[in-house]
């Protein structure tokens, strides 16, 4: 194999449900997909047509701006053709359940639903009733693996690495989809990872899952190579898990006083969206090693990965040149 050849693997599961359960193997394959995705988002022509003829329903139960729109470009520029489906002027508004709808679009004969529920299990249930591949986009406070994969490949393409490394993951991990993907993905990985949040916000027994956790910033933050900060997510929340916002930025907002603890060339990322002034600075962008924009960049290169090995047609060829599948 010359120099300009490279040899993929491939993920062979049928759906993409979460990352509990992912071997470092099957990670490895798709977060080493994703960077053959780099180059050809920087390209003028940013459009293969790898999914021509695929077709891929975005199926949002929730709002959604980042995962929706980069779910959407992924899928058009592999040249697949790319449904949004509007929820809130949709059937299920009708009082049609989530089996009903299930049945519908596995009558369309779609290759590949990216699904968002607010119920935990439901996107699993839903895999189980139609016969194309399915993708969780974010089901409750269950999991986002598309996220935590996109996380992994942001640290790895700027450390080169995962294995070995302290990451804290700072916030509402109480209510976080995003934790629990990444729990599952960097322990996988090697990784140890800590968590940093008031007692409210973290969940009986996550001990289990292999973590510290920490209730206060500077002793968590001590010596970090990540520091991945979640928002509140008060849409979910029912009751009173902090006196204040004031106060819970106080203690929980990163600021350059606490980040200070961590290492200094240590990373510092956020999922979005980003409540200015609650657990972020007002202004993230300055503080130092902000990853955040990387992570939305790659976003798309990790679900163009994601589409493709579900749904490739094998035509690598333009993909990566004079690859092998």
Same mark, same amino acid.
């Given at each position: 194999?010359? #120099? ?7 993920? %062979?599961?049928?759906?993409? !449900? ?34 021509? &003829?695929?077709?891929?329903? $975005? ?20 040249? *697949? ?27 369309? %004969? ?25 993708? $969780? ?6 999991? %986002?693996? #598309?996220?935590?994969? +996109?996380?992994? !490949? #942001?640290?790895?393409?700027? !450390? *080169? ?9 700072? &916030? ?15 322990? #996988?990985? &090697? ?18 899952? *292999? ?11 001590? *010596? ?15 009751? $009173? ?30 999922? &979005?969206?980003? $409540? ?42 333009? +993909? ?6």
């Amino acid at each position: 194999m010359n #120099t300009n050849e490279q040899t993929f693997f491939r993920y %062979h599961r049928r759906h993409l !449900l979460g990352t509990e359960g992912l071997t470092p193997e099957e990670i490895t394959i798709l977060l080493d997909r994703s960077e053959t995705h780099v180059q050809q988002n920087r390209q003028a022509n940013k459009k293969k047509s790898v999914l021509y &003829g695929r077709t891929i329903i $975005n199926l949002f139960f929730e709002d959604s701006t980042r995962t929706r729109t980069s779910f959407e470009l992924a899928g058009k520029r592999l040249g *697949g053709d790319v449904i949004n489906m509007s929820v809130s002027t949709s059937s299920v508004k009708k009082g049609e359940t989530l089996i009903d709808t299930a049945m519908t679009l596995n009558a369309m %004969h779609p290759d590949v639903l990216v699904v968002r529920h607010p119920q935990s299990g439901a996107v699993s249930l839903l895999s189980e009733k139609v016969n194309c591949a399915v993708i $969780n986009g974010g089901d409750g406070a269950h999991e %986002h693996p #598309t996220q935590a994969l +996109l996380d992994a !490949l #942001t640290i790895r393409r700027r !450390l *080169g690495h995962l294995s070995g490394l302290v990451i804290a993951i700072c &916030g509402d991990v109480l209510h976080s989809r995003v934790a629990r993907s990444n729990i599952h993905l960097l322990n #996988t990985m &090697g990784a140890r990872v800590r968590l940093i949040a008031p007692v409210t916000l973290i969940p009986s027994g996550i001990e289990h899952l *292999g973590v510290e956790v920490f209730h206060d910033m500077d002793e968590g933050l001590k *010596g970090v190579d990540i520091v991945m900060m979640l928002r509140l997510q008060r849409e979910r929340m029912q009751g $009173n898990f902090f006196p204040s916002i004031r106060e819970y930025f106080n203690f929980f907002g990163l600021d350059e006083a606490k980040l200070a603890n961590a290492k200094d060339n240590a990373l510092i990322m956020h999922p &979005g969206p980003m $409540n200015r002034g609650v657990e972020m600075a007002v202004d993230p962008s300055e503080l130092r090693g902000s990853v955040i924009n990387q992570q939305v960049t790659n976003g798309i290169n990790v679900r163009m990965a994601v589409l493709f090995d579900l749904l490739g047609s094998g035509s690598e060829n333009s +993909l990566a040149g004079s690859a092998e599948v």
